[in-house]
């Protein structure tokens, strides 16, 4: 009989639930299952690939999970990209919250990619696409899409360069950060704001998480991009 990464599942799950409960979420039984499914694989796997630095999977459901899910109620559009998803984060726990959502996991490092897929396939996921490219290559013949997503994964203004071929007219970037963003303001690309920063409060983590959420030269006039 395999041995169950996750030492106590139903602990897990009561965390689980407890966070997001603090966090005004409901979600039904079953994608509750499947989040803890996610972590059981992601904790398989990182005993092998080093998919995180995190090795306690009860640690894994505040720093991944719950910091992941925080910003679903933010997330309005039918399909976004997570640029530099690593294993699946914030991209996979969204896409399980919220069944329908089309997401581009954009991921460049091979054991993360590999492990994406195996996600994927086991979890599910039909609405989720594994992008194996850097986020520089941008979408190539794949739809833009409104909303771009990313978490942790470089300072504002790369960030806006790395997301502005991703992004479709109108559309936005949702740019987790830690309590740092304002420092990065200064280099922002010419044309692009930020709209609204959200204080996020993740059960379970003392560090300040924080929504930025910027807008690039196209996003206030639909009609200014260019084919």
């Known amino acids: 009989m395999t041995r169950d990464p996750l030492a106590d599942p139903a602990a897990i799950e009561a965390a689980l639930r407890e966070g997001l409960g603090r966090l005004g979420l409901a979600l039904a039984d079953d994608r509750i299952a499947r989040l803890v499914d996610y972590l059981?694989?992601?904790?398989?796997?990182?005993?092998?690939?080093?998919?995180?630095?995190?090795?306690?999977?009860?640690?894994?459901?505040?720093?991944?999970?719950?910091?992941?899910?925080?910003?679903?109620?933010?997330?309005?559009?039918?399909?976004?990209?997570?640029?530099?998803?690593?294993?699946?984060?914030?991209?996979i726990p969204l896409a399980i919250a919220r069944p329908g959502l089309r997401v581009?996991?954009?991921?460049?490092?091979?054991?993360?990619?590999?492990?994406?897929?195996?996600?994927?396939?086991?979890?599910?996921?039909?609405?989720?696409?594994?992008?194996?490219?850097?986020?520089?290559?941008?979408?190539?013949?794949?739809?833009?899409?409104?909303?771009?997503?990313?978490?942790?994964?470089a300072a504002l203004p790369v960030l806006c360069r790395l997301a502005a071929p991703w992004l479709a007219e109108g559309g936005r970037l949702l740019a987790m950060k830690g309590p740092g963003w304002r420092d990065e303001l200064a280099g922002l690309p010419a044309g692009w704001r930020v709209e609204v920063v959200h204080d996020l409060a993740v059960p379970g983590l003392e560090a300040g998480r924080h929504l930025v959420i910027l807008g690039g030269p196209d996003s206030a006039d639909p009609r200014a991009r260019r084919p």
């Open 104 to 153: 581009a996991l954009v991921e460049s490092n091979g054991k993360k990619v590999r492990f994406l897929r195996e996600a994927v396939r086991r979890l599910g996921l039909a609405e989720v696409e594994v992008v194996e490219a850097r986020a520089e290559q941008g979408p190539g013949s794949r739809p833009r899409v409104e909303q771009v997503v990313s978490r942790a994964l």
């Open 40 to 91: 059981r694989l992601l904790a398989r796997w990182n005993e092998a690939y080093n998919l995180t630095a995190v090795r306690d999977p009860a640690a894994m459901v505040p720093r991944h999970l719950l910091d992941s899910l925080v910003v679903l109620p933010h997330v309005t559009a039918p399909a976004i990209a997570d640029l530099g998803t690593g294993p699946g984060l914030p991209g």
